[in-house]
């Protein structure tokens, strides 16, 4: 695989996780109001401006990932094991998370070496 192709699919993985996150509490950040919706955007921007790097082939972009990501995905977990009723898109934002996390590595430790 490229390390175009990549980047690609890690600035993909990390949009996912975005995406996730947006349709998971989205509707409960909406019924909070206001802080509710700052809040959520607290937490999804960070991931969408880390794509853009990543897509628009920054690598410190994604050394700043392979630093976040684990937060995300530890999120993630605690909420599949807190919330039975959340579990499969915790499931799938861990999903997500992780395959962010090791394309992000790949593509950093190729970009490194070439």
Known sequence: MSPAAVRRLAGAAL???ALVLVAWKGRGALAAGGPGVALLGAVVLPVILLAAGVLDDRVRAGRIASLVLPFYAAG?????MAAPAGRTWAAAGAFATALAFATVIAWVRRARNS
């Open 76 to 80: 993630f977990l605690t909420e599949a």
């Open 15 to 17: 949009l996912a996780t």
